[in-house]
């Protein structure tokens, strides 16, 4: 199948069965964490969660939380979509329908969910759709793919609020997709915790200025 082309392309999510084939063997990907060295594909501790947050460019998003305490690992890679193991190129097509995501392990103690959403809503713009900025196409639209129902009743509520706040002032509906983790493909290594790896690399994180009522929980 040829790859999609041009940017009104990259704005339409696809259907099934018109998405990218894709391939049946996950890409090649690193084993542990640059910064922590710690195994990307776990195993976690015991009681360890995880949820897959997309917020635009995947490089600066996963250096907001793996700097965030109780976070135990970070890994960057695609969801929301219909590709299996998509390449990077792929992704960029807006033919797979995936979005990029920040896989984050962490403690769900002493309010760790709480201190992500809170990260999350300040550090992007929601309400842009298909959009973070100037990076456009579906692959960076806004999501919190959930991995249990306590994770989705606080997503919804903060949501909710945060959408409040942000109409005070004057913004959009939010955009956000809040639903359950679909399958999770791990990016190509060099994408692993790319600004580490290159300090002066691009970071497109650029949030509303609006605050997220959240009280997270100090470090």
């Known amino acids: 199948m040829a790859l999609f082309k041009g940017v009104s392309a990259k704005l339409v999510l696809p259907a099934r069965d018109t998405a990218l084939p ?8 690193a084993d542990t964490h640059f910064v922590n060295g710690r195994p ?30 109780g976070v135990w690992v970070t890994a960057v890679g ?14 960029c097509t807006g033919g797979t ?17 709480d201190r992500l ?23 960076y639209r806004s999501a919190i793919y959930i991995t249990d129902d ?18 005070a002032r004057g913004f959009s509906p939010v955009t956000t997709e809040i639903g ?14 790319y600004l580490a790896k290159n300090p002066n690399g691009y970071c497109g994180l650029a949030g509303t200025g609006v605050a997220c009522a959240i009280a997270a929980p100090a470090a």
Do not use: M
């Open 40 to 69: 990307l594909k776990g195993p976690y501790p015991e009681g360890t969660q995880t949820v897959l947050l997309g917020l635009g460019c995947f490089w600066g998003a996963e250096r907001l939380f793996w700097q965030l305490p």
């Open 22 to 29: 894709g391939r049946d063997a996950p890409l090649p990907t």
């Open 97 to 113: 329908g995936h979005t990029e995501v920040v896989l984050v392990a962490y403690d769900p103690a002493d309010g760790g969910f």
């Open 117 to 139: 959403l809170k990260a999350f809503w300040e550090n992007h713009d929601p309400t842009q759709g298909n959009r973070q900025g100037n990076d456009i196409g579906t692959q």
């Open 180 to 193: 359950a983790a679909g399958p999770f493909y791990f990016a190509e290594e060099y994408h692993q915790q």
């Open 150 to 167: 306590t994770q989705l009743t606080a997503a919804l509520a903060s949501r909710a609020e945060y959408e409040h706040a942000l109409a």
């Open 78 to 91: 695609y969801a929301g979509g219909f590709t299996p193991n998509p390449t990077y190129e792929e992704v």
